[in-house]
C-alpha cells in the first residue's frame, strides 16, 4: 500500500525460472512503484535464489557496473 510513497531508485531482479514467484510479479512490482524509477532485470535461467547462485552478476548489477 506504501510503494506509491517510493521515490528513490528501484532496482527489480527476478529470475525467469521461479518456482516461488511468478516472473510476472517483476513488472507488477513497476507498475506499483509509480513515482520512483525502477529498472527491471530478467535473469535468464535464474530461479528464487538469485543473490546465491548469481552473486557476481547482482554485485555488479547493484554497484552500477552493469546493466
Known amino acids: 500500500n506504501h510503494l506509491s510513497e517510493v521515490t528513490c531508485p528501484v532496482i527489480i531482479l527476478h529470475g525467469d525460472n521461479d518456482g516461488l514467484v511468478s516472473v510476472s510479479n517483476a513488472d507488477y ?28 552478476f547482482v554485485k555488479k548489477i547493484y554497484l552500477g557496473l552493469e546493466k
Open 29 to 56: 512490482a513497476k507498475k506499483k512503484f509509480v513515482n520512483a524509477p525502477v529498472d527491471v532485470t530478467i535473469i535468464p535461467g535464474a530461479n528464487h535464489f538469485i543473490a546465491e547462485h548469481h552473486f557476481p
